[in-house]
């Protein structure tokens, strides 16, 4: 049984910051990533790291939002700065075991098998 368990989710104004946490039980993953839900929108890619600390990100996230992460506790963080009302959504936390290089850093969720329940983030205008 993996478990995927996030926290750190809440309700700031926009231009607020966040630090969103994951933890991975029992598995050694070799990429994780932040994936939101938008009300009403479809699932989509925030940023994955690979193992060795290598990262990517849409576009929209750029520059705002760093994700990090602690290989001693198979754990990883996303710190989201000037936030935006849009993006108040589901935040979710993934992990597989094949590398982010075996995808070419891709964001698509179908590449991840495991998944955590999920954080709210609520950003108001």
């Known amino acids: 049984q993996v478990d995927v368990v996030e926290s750190g989710g809440g309700s700031v104004q926009a231009g607020g910051s966040l630090r969103l946490s994951c933890a991975v039980s029992d598995y050694s993953s070799n990429c994780m990533g932040w994936f939101r839900r938008a009300p009403g929108k479809e699932r989509e890619g925030v940023a994955v790291?690979?193992?060795?600390?290598?990262?990517s990100y849409a576009d929209s996230v750029k520059g705002r939002f760093t994700i990090s992460q602690d290989n001693t506790k198979n754990t990883i963080y996303l710190q989201m700065h000037s936030l935006k009302p849009e993006e108040t959504a589901m935040y979710y936390c993934?992990?597989?075991?094949?590398?982010?290089?075996?995808?070419?850093?891709?964001?698509?969720?179908?590449?991840?098998?495991?998944w955590g329940q999920g954080t709210q983030v609520s950003v108001s205008s």
């Open positions: 993934a992990a597989r075991l094949f590398t982010c290089i075996d995808s070419d850093f891709g964001l698509r969720d179908a590449d991840f098998g495991y």
């Open positions: 790291i690979h193992v060795d600390g290598m990262t």
